[in-house]
């Protein structure tokens, strides 16, 4: 892994400040230049390489601004930040990443999401905490579950993989009980306007009904006008 240094010089070329620690030089330089969204030649930026390197320091300094595109993805792989985090099992770094705004679902070349990357149960648990979806597939049609099952089993996988199915199994019975209040509130609805409809034709029928009377009246009293 290059140091970070290294790599946003390559961005901009060579810049003077002072020769301090190697982490207050990668700040100097990522403040002074501004260059903070722009990949490199590996097709990262700053955030892919402080979550590669795990350079908290760095990382907690990038995410304190505003204009960071915190869901940039690499050139190659298509990779957000949160994707690079994944890769690494790095949890602490992943939740600063979320709760800075990444997507949670957002997918690389291959159409994964992070949550498809996951092989730690406490990783998973914070992803779906933020809205992952198990539902997901990728480009091979695969779920995160289909990928956790597919790995070598040990106690981790099939803690991970129960968790996921557990998870889905929920978010199924959820859609179902939305999708049958759903119907019900339709089927109310159409109630509604079938009665609504009966009533207007009731309605109707009836001042027709009290038209043809009051036109039988008003004949009959013409009648008896004209033989007075």
């Known amino acids: ?19 301090t ?9 990522i403040e002074d230049v501004n260059k903070r969204n722009l990949l490199d030649y590996t097709g990262r930026n700053l955030l892919h390489n402080s979550v590669l390197g795990e350079d908290r320091k760095t990382l907690d300094y990038l ?17 957000t930040a949160l994707h690079l985090a994944l890769h690494i099992s790095n949890r602490d770094i992943a939740f600063k ?33 933020f809205g992952a979806n198990t539902t997901l597939r990728c480009r091979n049609n695969l779920k995160p579950i289909d ?3 597919s790995r070598q089993k040990n106690d981790d996988s099939i803690k991970l993989a129960d968790y ?35 009533y207007l034709e009731k309605k109707n029928e009836s001042q027709k009904k009290r038209e043809n009377i009051k036109q039988q009246y008003v004949s009959w009293r013409k009648g008896q ?3 007075n």
């Open 63 to 79: 995410l304190q601004d505003a204009s960071l595109e915190i869901n940039k993805k690499t050139l190659f792989g298509k990779e």
């Open 97 to 129: 990443l979320l709760f800075h705004g990444a997507d949670v679902n957002s997918r690389n070349k291959y159409g994964r999401t992070p949550l498809h990357l996951c092989t730690e149960l406490s990783l998973a648990k914070l992803l779906v905490s």
């Open 1 to 19: 892994m290059e140091n970070l240094l290294d790599i946003v010089e390559g961005l901009v070329g060579e810049i003077e400040i002072e020769d």
């Open 21 to 29: 620690s190697d982490s207050t030089k990668d700040i100097a330089l």
């Open 147 to 149: 990928i956790v099952e």
């Open 164 to 198: 996921l199915r557990s998870v889905e199994d929920s978010m199924n019975q959820k859609q179902f009980r939305t999708d049958l209040k759903e119907l019900r509130e339709e089927r109310m609805k159409t109630k509604a306007t079938i009665e609504q409809q009966i």
């Open 225 to 227: 006008d004209k033989s």
